[in-house]
C-alpha cells in the first residue's frame, strides 16, 4: 500500500507563495505519474501539475509560469511552488500516483490504480 502525506499548505495573501510537498512511502520511480490535484468548494476537482513516466510535466493553462513542480527522488517527495497566488487557487490540494499492475521500480503492483493523500488547504485571501 502506497502513502502520501502533503503538507505546506496555509493561509495566504494574494500574490503571495507557497510551498507544497508530497512525501510517498516508497519510491517515486515506481509509479506512472505523481502530482497535484486540487479541488475548490462546489467545483470538480482538476489536475494542477503532475510528472509523467520519462519526467515529462503537465500543467493546467491557469497555472503556468506562476507554479512549479519538482522532485527529490532521494526522499521520495514531489513538490509544488506556487507563486503570484490568487483568490482562485483557493482550494485543497491532493498529492496522487498512478501506477501499472506489474513490477516496476522493484514493487509490485496487483492492479492499476491511483492513490492519494489526504489533502492540504491553501488558501489566498486578504
Known amino acids: 500500500q502506497v502513502q502520501l502525506v502533503e503538507s505546506g499548505g496555509g493561509l495566504v495573501q494574494p500574490g503571495g507563495s507557497l510551498r507544497l510537498s508530497c512525501t510517498a512511502s516508497r519510491s517515486i520511480f515506481s509509479f506512472n505519474a505523481m502530482g497535484w490535484y486540487r479541488q475548490a468548494p462546489g467545483k470538480q476537482s482538476e489536475l494542477v501539475a503532475r510528472?509523467?513516466?520519462?519526467?515529462?510535466?503537465n500543467y493546467v493553462d491557469s497555472v503556468k509560469g506562476r507554479f512549479t513542480i519538482s522532485r527529490d527522488s532521494a526522499k521520495n517527495t514531489v513538490y509544488l511552488q506556487m507563486n503570484s497566488l490568487k483568490p482562485e487557487d483557493t482550494a485543497v490540494y491532493l498529492c496522487?500516483?498512478?501506477?501499472?499492475?506489474?513490477?516496476?521500480?522493484?514493487?509490485?503492483?496487483?492492479?492499476?490504480?491511483?492513490?492519494w493523500g489526504r489533502g492540504t488547504q491553501v488558501t489566498v485571501s486578504s
Open positions: 496522487n500516483a498512478d501506477v501499472s499492475k506489474g513490477y516496476s521500480g522493484g514493487y509490485y503492483y496487483p492492479a492499476a490504480r491511483d492513490f
Open positions: 510528472f509523467t513516466s520519462g519526467g515529462n510535466t
